[in-house]
T-cell receptor, first 112, second 114 residues
């Protein structure tokens, strides 16, 4: 069983809708949680980062972490066609520095 | 700053051939990593380094070697390529500051082993 599980999609939504993405994990030692966005044939880029539990908002993006359920979420409000990409969750423990554990990624398609 | 650069962008090898994937960063980052990305598998860590002269294995290290002689460079060597190593390879770097979590990724190298 993978340490981090993520639905591969694809997830297709109309422009303006809310996109809801999530990951589950099994390692309770994970403390740092990240969401990366990856456009086709490009490297991933960091979108959101959260430490421990709680919510974090940045513009149209909201990241949530529920450590008791080992569940993290990313919400994209007022989705745009430019949000079409693969979204990867990633996480690490306090002392794992450069070692991120990634989910398999969810492909999102926002249709005009 | 160029960020993280990788060469080549594309490569086709025959089984048994060797090659080196180059990675360089100009951000003076302590930590550098190599990942491979396969459909449905996400990104899997191959090797990583926490500084010049220090490397360690990740999740899928077999068939790959690394070294880190300078802060800037972190090459990945395939000693005897196998079809199972067909993948997209990403190099990443990040600062050693514990409060800065962003890993910067290079554009990737698409490798096909025939």
């Amino acid at each position: 069983q993978k340490e981090v599980e993520q639905d591969p999609g694809p997830l297709s939504v109309p422009e303006g809708a809310i996109v809801s993405l999530n990951c589950t994990y099994s390692n309770s030692a994970f403390q740092y949680f990240m969401w990366y966005r990856q456009y086709s044939r490009k490297g991933p880029e960091l979108l959101m980062y959260t430490y421990s539990s709680g919510n974090k908002e940045d513009g149209r993006f909201t990241a949530q972490v529920d450590k008791s359920s080992k569940y993290i979420s990313l919400f994209i409000r007022d989705s745009q066609p430019s949000d079409s990409a693969t979204y990867l969750c990633a996480m690490r423990t306090t002392d794992s520095w450069g070692k991120l554990q990634f989910g398999s990624g969810t492909q999102v398609v926002v249709t005009p | 700053n160029a960020g993280v650069t990788q060469t080549p962008k594309f490569q086709v090898l025959k089984t048994g051939q060797s090659m080196t994937l180059q990675c360089a960063q100009d951000m003076n980052h302590e930590y550098m990593s190599w990942y491979r990305q396969d459909p449905g598998m996400g990104l899997r860590l191959i090797h990583y380094s926490v500084g010049a002269g220090i490397t360690d294995q990740g999740e899928v290290p077999n068939g790959y070697n690394v070294s880190r002689s300078t802060t800037e460079d972190f090459p990945l060597r395939l000693l005897s390529a196998a079809p199972s190593q067909t993948s997209v390879y990403f190099c990443a770097s990040r600062t050693g500051q514990s409060t800065r979590n962003e890993q910067f990724f290079g554009p990737g190298t698409r490798l096909t082993v025939l």
